[in-house]
């Protein structure tokens, strides 16, 4: 999966709508301090769906451009991802309101962070991805526990689909025979 383009606007210093491209090769953002480059790691850990305390500022509200250099503060930030797997296109977008509220869309519809971890499987983006690894956070990875690394592991390995879906029928069965055992001592005292 390629990161082709990300958008910013209204999202922390980028007031105006900011579209960074990403040539194929490596890409480098560079610039003096305070000029936002942190920022744009932020955005894209937002638009992949990090939580705002997971995020510099740990507010939503300190996402959303405050205002400066003789602008007013932004009413929303809005930051959309476009990604490609081969021949497909991914679009992911994030934007919150003052009040607080959100809305999250994947290729145009709105959707839940679930469905966009889906979307995002195998690419080490996402909620907790190993792809982005910000400052001071090496460490946090080579100490990171068997079962963070065993999940690392699988997304690299395109598994992650495959475990989630996992996981998510073997707390039904166990609901299910929680259920069942219920009924079963319900039946016994009717009996
Ligand atoms: P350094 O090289 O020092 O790490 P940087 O290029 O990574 O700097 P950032 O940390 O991305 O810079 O940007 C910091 C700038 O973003 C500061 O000037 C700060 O005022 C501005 N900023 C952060 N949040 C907001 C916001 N909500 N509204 C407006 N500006 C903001």
Same mark, same amino acid.
């Given at each position: 999966? &390629?990161? *082709?383009? @990300? /958008?910013? #606007? =209204?999202?922390?210093?980028?007031?105006?709508?900011?579209?960074? !491209?990403?040539?194929?090769?490596?890409?480098?953002?560079?610039?003096?301090?305070?000029?936002?480059?942190?920022?744009?790691?932020?955005?894209?850990?937002?638009?992949?769906?990090?939580?705002?305390?997971?995020?510099?500022?740990? &507010?939503? *509200?300190? @996402? /959303?451009? #405050? =205002?400066?250099?003789?602008?007013?503060?932004?009413?929303?930030? !809005?930051?959309?991802?476009?990604?490609?797997?081969?021949?497909?296109?991914?679009?992911?977008?994030?934007?919150?309101?003052?009040?607080?509220?959100q809305e999250?869309?994947?290729?145009?519809?709105?959707?839940?962070?679930?469905?966009?971890?889906q979307a @995002?499987?195998?690419? =080490?983006?996402?909620?907790?991805?190993?792809?982005?690894?910000?400052?001071?956070?090496?460490?946090?990875?080579?100490?990171?526990?068997?079962?963070?690394?065993?999940?690392?592991?699988?997304?690299?390995?395109?598994?992650?689909?495959?475990?989630?879906?996992?996981?998510?029928?073997?707390?039904?069965?166990?609901?299910?025979?929680?259920?069942?055992?219920?009924?079963?001592?319900?039946?016994?005292?009717?009996?």
């Amino acid at each position: 999966m &390629r990161i *082709e383009r @990300l /958008i910013l #606007h =209204g999202f922390k210093s980028f007031a105006e709508r900011t579209v960074l !491209e990403f040539p194929h090769g490596l890409s480098g953002i560079i610039g003096p301090n305070g000029s936002g480059k942190s920022n744009v790691i932020e955005a894209l850990r937002f638009v992949v769906g990090a939580r705002a305390r997971e995020l510099r500022g740990g &507010r939503a *509200e300190e @996402l /959303i451009f #405050h =205002g400066g250099t003789g602008r007013p503060p932004m009413p929303f930030a !809005e930051v959309i991802l476009e990604l490609t797997r081969g021949r497909e296109r991914i679009t992911v977008s994030r934007r919150i309101e003052r009040d607080g509220s959100q809305e999250v869309r994947l290729n145009g519809r709105r959707a839940s962070f679930r469905q966009i971890e889906q979307a @995002l499987a195998g690419s =080490g983006l996402g909620r907790n991805g190993y792809a982005i690894v910000g400052q001071g956070e090496v460490s946090g990875i080579l100490h990171a526990s068997p079962e963070v690394l065993l999940g690392h592991l699988e997304d690299a390995a395109g598994l992650r689909t495959v475990t989630l879906a996992h996981r998510e029928a073997q707390a039904r069965l166990e609901r299910a025979e929680a259920h069942l055992a219920e009924l079963s001592s319900e039946l016994a005292r009717r009996q």
